[in-house]
Structure formats: C-alpha cells, structure tokens
C-alpha cells in the first residue's frame, strides 16, 4: 500500500474551495436581514413619531401646552425633548430612542365669532440636532374660543 503525505492538505484546501465558494451565497441573505432590521426600525419610529403626534394632540386639547406658549406666524419653537420610549424588532433586545419635538405655526386665522385658529407644523425627531434630519411632519389645527375679538 501506498502512503499519501498530502491527505491533510488536500482536505484543507478542498475546505478552503468550499468556504470560498459559500462566502458569496451567504453575502446576500445576510444583506438582506441588515437591510430588513433597518425597515423594521425606520417603521417604529415612525409608529413612535404617530404616537408622539398623539400625545402633542392630546396635551392642546387638555391645554396642558397654552395658547400662549404656541408660536406665531411664520415662527416656530425650539426642539424640546420628550421621554424616550421603546420599540421592539423583532429577533432583537428592545431600544430606547429619543424623542424631540419643534412646533411652527403655519398660517393664523380667526374665526367668524371671534375665534381664533393656528395651523400648526409638527415635527418630530430623534435626535437633537442632527444634519439633514427633517423629521416625521404632521399638521395640526387648534383653536382658542376663549380669545377676544380684534374688531
């Protein structure tokens, strides 16, 4: 019988063919999952930015943000900062992002019985002051029936 010496080193090699040929097979399912981990966040944030929207409704219609504190014409508040909240993806640990908010008024009205109307811009954000970041806009119009009339 006769000894082969290079038994060792032809597995090897034929190892190293195969992990070279699998490289490019694996490449683009796990593309793929980085690409879907990033549509999944980008989808709860802006689930997180709906729920944000929400609670800004809700805190002008309690008058919890007064009609005074809300911007006038053409002007537009500084970003202020909400508590952060949770989103979940799943296959992943639970992430807590910030959350900032900017309000500016877009056009002021009043009304056919004295009073007055704002429409007003959204926007939220999740970081503080980030390049290029417009943030999640949305409108909204409030009313203050309280105002007196300038006629």
Same mark, same amino acid.
């Given at each position: 019988m006769k000894k082969r010496p290079f038994v060792l080193l032809e597995v090897l090699i034929a190892l190293?063919?195969?992990m070279v040929c699998i490289v490019p097979? $694996?490449?683009a399912p796990i593309l793929q999952?980085? /690409?879907?981990?990033?549509?999944? &966040?980008? $989808?709860?944030?802006?689930r997180v930015?709906?729920? /944000?929207?929400?609670?800004?409704? &809700?805190?002008l219609?309690?008058?919890e943000i007064a009609w005074k504190d809300l911007?006038?014409?053409?002007?537009?508040?500084?970003r202020w900062e909400l508590p952060p909240a949770e989103i979940q993806i799943p296959g992943?640990?639970?992430?807590?992002?910030?959350?900032?908010?900017?309000?500016?008024?877009e056009l002021e009205k009043e009304g056919l019985h004295g009073e007055q109307y704002k429409?007003?811009?959204?926007?939220?954000?999740?970081s503080p002051k980030g390049k290029g970041d417009k943030g999640i806009p949305f409108h909204i119009v409030v009313q203050n029936k309280g105002a007196p009339s300038a006629a």
């Open positions: 190293l063919l195969v097979l $694996l490449r999952y980085r /690409t879907e981990i990033g549509l999944i &966040e980008r $989808l709860e944030k802006e930015a709906d729920w /944000t929207f929400t609670e800004i409704q &809700e805190q219609l309690k008058n911007p006038e014409k053409k002007k537009a508040t500084r992943c640990s639970p992430q807590w992002v910030s959350r900032f908010v900017s309000l500016k008024c429409r007003l811009l959204l926007r939220v954000y999740f």
